[in-house]
């Protein structure tokens, strides 16, 4: 079993940063794919925003068009932490975001939450204009 805790969210005004912070703890932290994902109201569906692959893949990162160029996902196994630096954030950004692990998902699911198996909590950010 993944255990994943998010945290770092808040409220940021309109074109300021924040960084979030997923943290694992009880299986091969490495082994697994990491996602971020944000649920904007509730009922609504979850949607992809950025993913870093484990280390048999390289750490490769995929980010949605719409955070492209503001977002920044990383990872430090030795800390089983994935991070995700948003920049320039927008008052639509506003969200829950939630940090998402699976064993080698498919480049095709990537943004699909049901294929993800382990899911945080979520962490709250709110973006003011």
């Known amino acids: 079993q993944l255990q994943l805790v998010e945290s770092g969210g808040g409220q940021v005004q309109s074109g300021g940063s924040l960084t979030l912070s997923c943290t694992g703890s009880?299986?091969?932290?490495?082994?697994?794919?990491i996602g971020w994902f944000r649920r904007q109201a509730p009922g609504k569906e979850r949607e992809g925003v950025s993913?870093?692959?484990?280390?048999?893949?390289?750490?490769?990162?995929y980010y949605a068009e719409i955070v492209k160029g503001r977002f920044t996902i990383s990872r430090d196994n030795a800390k089983n932490t994935v991070y995700l630096q948003m920049n320039i954030l927008k008052p639509q950004d506003t969200a829950v975001y939630y940090c998402?692990?699976?064993?080698?998902?498919?480049?095709?699911?990537?943004?699909?939450?049901?294929?993800?198996?382990?899911w945080g909590q979520g962490t709250p950010v709110t973006v003011s204009s």
């Open positions: 998402a692990g699976v064993s080698q998902i498919r480049a095709d699911d990537i943004g699909t939450a049901r294929r993800y198996d382990y």
């Open positions: 009880g299986l091969r932290f490495d082994y697994y794919d």
């Open positions: 993913c870093v692959m484990s280390s048999i893949n390289n750490g490769a990162t």
